[in-house]
């Protein structure tokens, strides 16, 4: 009686595909994976039964939040500007000057606005405190001349 079996393989040395017709013979590894594994958004394997019972398969569906990013503007702290400007008129024109910091030195600083602590450690210190104010474009009328 044996006890021991053969591999196939084994017995399959010196022919072609041990057996099996041409396919590779690995699962479902060939065909892209089980279930819907390869359906991303370039895949092709199982695009026509996506786009047949699948579809709306792509893309955001229901309710989306909306962008709860705040603007961003230019901030500079009073600090820095004592670390990084000389003493005398400092223009920051698309800045706006925050508390943050010590400040030493006069500084004369025009900004585009200011907050209540920056205001008061630049008059403190010895300094002015400048708002720029936005210009506006100035309105062009043209007057037709009426010849009578």
């Known amino acids: 009686m044996n006890l021991k079996k053969k591999k196939k393989s084994v017995r399959m040395r010196g022919t072609r595909w041990h057996g ?3 396919k590779k013979h690995k699962g479902s ?3 892209g994976g089980k279930g819907m594994a390869g359906t991303g958004k370039k895949a ?3 695009l026509s039964y996506i786009h047949r019972y699948l579809m709306p398969y792509f893309g955001k569906q229901g309710f989306t ?3 709860t990013r705040r ?3 230019n901030q500079i702290n009073v600090g820095d500007i004592q670390k990084k400007c000389k003493p005398g008129e400092v223009l920051l024109e698309n800045y706006k ?5 010590e400040i030493k030195d006069k500084f004369i600083v ?3 606005s200011f907050s209540k602590s920056a205001k008061e450690k630049i008059e403190k210190a010895g300094g002015k405190v400048i708002l720029l104010e936005k210009e506006s474009k100035p309105k062009e009328y043209k007057e037709k001349k009426k010849e009578e």
């Open 29 to 31: 590894g060939n065909k």
């Open 44 to 46: 092709g394997q199982k």
């Open 20 to 22: 099996f017709a041409t």
């Open 97 to 101: 000057i925050l508390g943050s910091g």
């Open 65 to 67: 939040s909306k962008s």
């Open 71 to 73: 603007k961003k503007t």
């Open 110 to 112: 025009k900004a585009k």
